[in-house]
């Protein structure tokens, strides 16, 4: 083979090498697009919204909540797995914008909580929620934050991946259940962040109005590996992470298999569960389980015929 010849060679077999990395490249940073529909609630019937998420990477993207024929000039707590992570505010004809970005600009807040997978409530001042919906999510219930590479700014990029697939693509694997907050650090060491975190009386996440904790003292990666979100505030006094607390609490008994679990919810969610109002006035003890009086079947009409989405 002659020099050009072996130029040649080598030349394509640097060209195929590179193609064969940014496929993996590409394999690894998957985008995402969701577009999903926020249904009315018996309080606002004639209301409509759309949530839509676009990300980049399972680190960098946007989220947006659009509402319609809400109530006019009010302000909405936008409530993500009964966490207040933001506010939606109507104008003259009832509709409203909320934007959410990992890089915020103009008036977007900052995206420190997934959407994939969760829970979105639009919620009044008066703590009904007017608009609900449940963001879907592909991602296997065994996937969690993993750490790929760094860009220029120093901070890892991270992806939603089994720890089989994290280390096939050479990744560190974190104890973050997902990519938002982003777990994965930065250097030099980065600046404080507003962190929520939900709790239950219960010991579960069960109830419709949780006790809602907050730090101001954590890191965007400490936050993540706590199970907490990011909200764009400057502190935690007030609470910026507690929503309204909805009206009309009740305990109710949720069927689960042959057992029903004590919840502390709204009728409408209750009866959505296909849940039993209990006369018991808390879960402790658990009015639910074997000697407990398992909940007042007459007490279900109260609320029968305003079942929620």
């Known amino acids: 083979m002659n020099p050009k010849g072996k130029w040649s060679h080598w030349t394509t077999v640097a060209v195929l090498a590179g193609a064969v990395i940014a496929a993996m490249v590409a394999s690894a940073t998957a985008k995402t697009k969701i577009r999903q529909t926020l249904h009315a609630t018996a309080h606002a019937p004639n209301a409509s919204g759309l949530a839509k998420l676009a990300l980049r990477t399972g680190s960098s993207g946007k989220?947006?909540?659009?509402a319609r024929h809400l109530p006019r000039g009010k302000s909405f707590d936008i409530v993500v797995n009964k966490v207040k992570v933001g506010t939606l505010v109507t104008g003259p004809g009832g509709s409203g914008v909320?934007?959410?970005s990992t890089s915020p600009k103009g008036r977007a807040t900052m995206l420190g909580f997934d959407p994939k997978g969760a829970q979105i409530a639009i919620r009044d001042e008066g703590g009904d929620d007017d608009l609900e919906g449940n963001i879907p999510d592909d991602n296997p219930d065994s996937a969690m934050g993993c750490c790929l590479?760094?860009?220029?700014?120093?901070?890892?990029?991270?992806?939603?991946?089994?720890a089989t697939e994290c280390a096939g693509h050479g990744g560190?694997?974190?104890?973050?259940?997902?990519?938002?907050?982003?777990?994965?650090?930065t250097n030099p060491p980065p600046t404080t962040v507003v962190c929520c975190r939900g709790s239950s009386a219960g010991g579960a996440f069960v109830d419709d109005d949780p006790e809602v904790e907050c730090e101001d003292d954590v890191s965007q990666s400490e936050c993540a590996h706590e199970g907490g979100i990011v909200v764009q505030a400057s502190s935690c006094d007030p609470n910026p992470c507690q929503p309204a607390p909805p009206p009309d609490l009740v305990i109710c008994c949720v069927p689960?298999?042959?057992?029903?679990?004590?919840?502390?919810l709204t009728r409408d969610h209750c009866t959505g569960a296909n849940g039993t109002v209990s006369t018991a006035t808390s879960c402790d003890p658990d009015p639910c389980g074997a000697g407990?009086?398992?909940g007042d079947g007459g007490d279900t009409s109260d609320g029968g015929g305003d079942a929620g989405d």
């Open 98 to 100: 909320a934007r959410f």
């Open 256 to 264: 689960d298999g042959d057992e029903a679990e004590c919840e502390h």
């Open 292 to 294: 407990g009086d398992g």
């Open 172 to 185: 560190t694997p974190t104890t973050a259940a997902g990519c938002l907050p982003n777990p994965c650090g």
């Open 63 to 66: 989220f947006t909540i659009k």
């Open 149 to 162: 590479g760094e860009h220029d700014d120093g901070e890892a990029e991270c992806e939603d991946m089994t």
